[in-house]
């Protein structure tokens, strides 16, 4: 039986990282900090470790006599309250815990790093190429710019086997800022943002899962690739889906430019600020929301370890809004 870490197993996604690693046989080894809720960790299957990593050598103390096979770092904020967190989260913490994990533990057969695409920036907005593996990174949001320093950190190690999935927008059971959009579909109106075209990608959260172990499993080390449907989809074609999901026959589409969401965003920022507390609408979701172009090149991914989705969004979509009814979250 294989050891897995997963570093940053609370939350949204790393719920199901650890039942996906468990499905598979692994001994399931969950990276916490005190503070992290166990909601979605409840199988008594799953084994636990505190891990400080504000204090590198708190930290090297509690790795100290552990090793595992596979480490996949899910740690990470997308969205702060200060922006300079980015670069202290999503960039300092993984440089700390992989330089402390090689001294302590030594290397292990695979660190699997969760990034985003968002570490490329936008693509071709006039042809709509889609985003691909060849791309030279520009990204245009602080999110964005933490990320491609992770991967950049992570390339400069030299002996460590890391392999990298950038994931485009994760939607599931219990994710909130696809809610938020579900929410709005449910109560008939949908809120698109630009009069331009924007083509829109996504992938299922047990898709993302079954990608990690897989990769884990076929990929050679040092690699990098994108992880998404393959296939995009238009703000109508979504609205559609999940207006069908709701069993909603009746949605406005209602069409902002993007001024008013570039006031909206820095308004709620602002309000975040005065309150210490991270929004989801601020000046990175503006560049990101105003992206016309998420269609992904996932080619690599399919040669590299044989990736092949299995959930359509008309299908995750119908997960989706079921996990939403039946706990009106």
């Given at each position: ?11 949204f996604?790393g ?15 969950c ?16 084994r636990?470790?505190?891990l400080?990593?504000?204090d590198?050598d708190?930290l090297?103390?509690e790795?100290?006599g552990h090793?595992?096979?596979y480490?996949?770092y ?7 309250v200060?922006f300079?967190?980015?670069n ?9 815990f ?5 001294r302590v533990c ?12 968002s570490a490329?920036?936008?693509?071709d ?8 593996g ?5 990204p245009?949001t602080?999110y ?14 030299e ?9 485009t ?14 929410k ?5 109106f ?12 996504f992938?299922?959260?047990e ?5 990690i ?6 990929s050679e ?8 449907e ?9 609205r559609r889906?999940?207006?069908r999901?709701?069993g909603?026959?009746?949605v406005?589409?209602v ?14 920022e602002?309000?975040g ?6 929004t989801?609408l ?6 990101i929301?105003a992206?016309?172009n998420?269609a ?7 040669s590299g370890?044989?990736?092949a989705?299995?959930?359509?969004l008309?299908?995750g ?6 996990a ?6």
């Open positions: 039986m294989k050891k897995v870490l997963i570093v940053g197993a609370g939350g996604i719920g199901f990282i650890a039942a996906e690693a468990l499905s598979r046989g692994y001994e399931t080894w990276g916490v900090r005190e503070s992290t809720s166990r909601r979605f960790l409840t199988d008594p299957r799953l636990f470790i505190t400080s990593y504000d590198p708190r090297a103390s790795l100290e090793s595992w096979d480490v996949v899910n740690l990470g904020a997308t969205k702060c200060n300079t967190d980015f202290r989260i999503n960039y300092g913490y993984l440089r700390d992989t330089e402390t994990y090689r030594g290397t292990p057969e695979r660190f699997l790093y969760i990034s985003s695409l490329l920036g936008p693509g907005e006039q042809g709509y190429t889609p985003l691909d060849k791309m030279i990174p520009s245009n602080r964005g710019v933490s990320k491609i320093k992770a991967e950049t950190f992570l390339e400069m190690q002996g460590w086997p890391w392999i990298i999935l950038r994931p927008g994760v939607y599931g059971p219990h994710e909130q800022d696809y809610l938020m959009m579900v709005c579909i449910d109560a008939h949908d809120f698109g943002v630009g009069f331009r075209r924007q083509m829109l990608t992938i299922y959260v898709d993302l899962a079954r990608a172990f897989d990769a884990l499993e076929r080390p040092r690699r990098k690739y994108i992880i998404s393959p296939r995009a989809y238009t703000q109508a074609e979504f889906i999940t207006a999901a709701l909603r026959k009746f406005i589409p069409r902002l430019p993007l001024w008013a969401l570039s006031v909206a965003c820095k308004v709620s602002k309000w600020a005065a309150k210490m507390q991270a989801t601020n000046s990175d979701k503006y560049r929301m992206q016309r998420w992904c090149d996932i080619s690599d991914a399919v370890f044989g990736f989705p299995r959930v359509s008309e299908e979509m119908r997960r989706t809004v079921a939403y009814r039946s706990c009106k979250c």
